[in-house]
Nanobody, 113 residues
């Protein structure tokens, strides 16, 4: 099993920035961030595979940046120009080389004045 430890969720003002971190307990093929607001479906924020190929959700392109420290099994999500619509629980996801997937417990991000 792969354990994911998330951190960085907080209350921030519109236009502010926030950095989320996810540390995996083992080397994995791919990692990513997803988010889910109350009453809405879980959606892709950003993801990256072991080759460095990335994929961003349309609503965050140009505002969020994804980086991976492979040696540390750590994924960072830099969120800039945050909007109230970004308010959600953010979940870290990891896919091992042998298949399957794992999820973190989530970290709350609230964007409000």
């Amino acid at each position: 099993q792969v354990q994911l430890v998330e951190s960085g969720g907080a209350l921030v003002q519109p236009g502010g920035s926030l950095r989320l971190s996810c540390v995996a307990s083992a080397t994995v093929l791919a990692m990513g961030w997803y988010r889910q607001a109350p009453g809405k479906e879980r959606e892709l924020v950003a993801r990256i595979d072991n080759r460095g190929d990335t994929d961003f959700g349309d609503s965050v392109k140009g505002r969020f940046t994804l980086s991976r420290e492979t040696a540390e099994n750590t994924l960072y999500l830099e969120m800039n120009n945050l909007k109230p619509e970004d308010t959600a629980v953010y979940y870290c996801n990891a896919r091992p080389f042998i298949g399957g997937e794992y999820w973190g417990q989530g970290t709350q991000v609230t964007v409000s004045s």
